[in-house]
């Protein structure tokens, strides 16, 4: 007997893998290859998971009623559209699964997060990457790839891994040239790091348009990864589509009120983006005077590029085991098309400080 056999297209997927958790021999681990918050969860959130504790057997809230309730109150927007999730990755997956099939295709950008492509295989349709411009998506160029089989157009912005980021105007031309059928979701994971008057994360657009979603994330800036936790605002009828798709219970209950919690301590979010701002600033300052090429960044990481260094200097892959030796994981950048770049999470003051000192061994060695 040769077993059942997988749908058409699954054993093509690279399994996705996410940042080194681990280092051996490292008498401290700096921990900057998943871009998790640097301050770690809000205060009030870990009190409200803590008091689920002797509530494990109880199922969770299968409406997430309390947690859509609170995202509504802080971004004003309407709770019965949202959707929550075991990530916002959960989400992509359940959108990709809704809309997308064999014979349809899914575009995105060259170096978009790498959920969408996997997320495309997984049920048969084609995932289509459009070429960026200085690490920016090129609305043009993304215009230029959608057909009648086009599906769903997955948009980071800001970006994961570069960055960069679309101003609204320019994600509102990228809509106004997609049909009717064409799925826009913006994933804004890392919109809570951005500050600028050019940029939203686009509820504006999905409460104008049927056909355009905007997923958002715990996992950064309010770091709570390890809960698993996303949600997604959606024109009614996606949200009814995803509703019905879903998992009856797909967010744990300790999730549920540790989220509500730290969406609605506005202070502790506050200080981690300024945190953030400071200390991103100052890490891309310093690496630039040691030589490096770090590219411009609105989220909270860098790219570091270890191009045009000197002979034996500019091998990305040896520099990560170099930092690995000393503790620091960071994320290589090979899957993404990137190989000369390694991704740098910015973290607490002292984590940066030594970044930047074993940077500069690195030259020196």
């Known amino acids: 007997m040769s077993g059942p056999v997988p749908n058409p297209g699954i054993l093509d997927i690279a399994p996705y893998v996410g940042g080194e958790h681990s280092a051996a021999g490292a008498a401290r681990l700096y921990r900057l290859a998943s871009n998790e918050g640097a301050l770690g969860p809000s205060p009030k959130a870990v009190a409200a998971y803590q008091t689920l504790a002797q509530e494990m057997h109880r199922y969770p809230d299968g409406g997430a009623h309390v947690l859509r309730e609170s995202i509504g109150r802080r971004f004003g ?12 990755d959960e989400l992509l997956q359940l959108l990709t699964k809704s809309y997308a099939g064999p014979g349809t295709e899914v575009l995105y950008s060259r170096h978009g997060f790498l959920i969408y492509p996997i997320a495309a295989t997984g049920v048969g349709a084609t995932p289509v990457a459009a070429p960026e411009k200085n690490l920016r998506a090129d609305v043009d160029a993304l215009l230029e790839r959608v057909n009648e089989k086009t599906r769903i157009v997955f948009l980071a912005n800001p970006n994961n891994p570069t960055g960069t980021y679309l101003t609204t105007a320019e994600i509102e031309r990228l809509h106004a040239g997609l049909p009717d059928h064409v799925l826009l979701v913006i994933d804004a994971a890392y919109a809570e790091f951005i500050d600028l008057p ?9 409460d104008r348009f049927p056909n355009v979603v905007m997923t958002r994330t715990f996992s950064k800036i309010y770091a709570l990864g390890g809960l698993r936790l996303g949600w997604a605002y959606c024109p009614p009828a996606v949200a ?12 744990g ?9 730290a969406v609605e301590d506005v202070e502790f979010e506050t200080r981690s983006r300024e945190h953030n701002t400071i200390w991103r ?19 909270n990481f860098v790219l570091v590029d270890f191009e045009g260094l000197p002979a ?32 740098v999470t910015i973290g607490k003051q002292d984590e940066m400080e030594f970044v930047v000192e074993a940077l500069r061994d690195w030259l020196r060695g």
């Open 77 to 88: 927007l309407d709770p019965a559209r949202i959707v929550c999730g075991a990530g916002s």
């Open 198 to 206: 050019d940029y939203t994360a686009g509820a504006e657009l999905v």
């Open 240 to 251: 009814d589509v995803l509703n019905r798709l879903r998992g009856p219970f797909n967010v």
């Open 253 to 261: 209950a300790p999730a549920l009120a540790a989220g509500a919690a």
């Open 281 to 299: 600033e100052w890490f891309t300052a310093r690496a630039r005077e040691l030589g490096y090429r770090v590219h411009p960044s609105v989220a």
């Open 312 to 343: 034996g200097k500019a091998d990305a892959e040896a520099a990560r085991q170099f930092l690995k030796s000393r503790g620091i994981l960071v994320r290589q950048m090979g899957g993404y098309g990137l190989p000369t770049n390694l991704r």
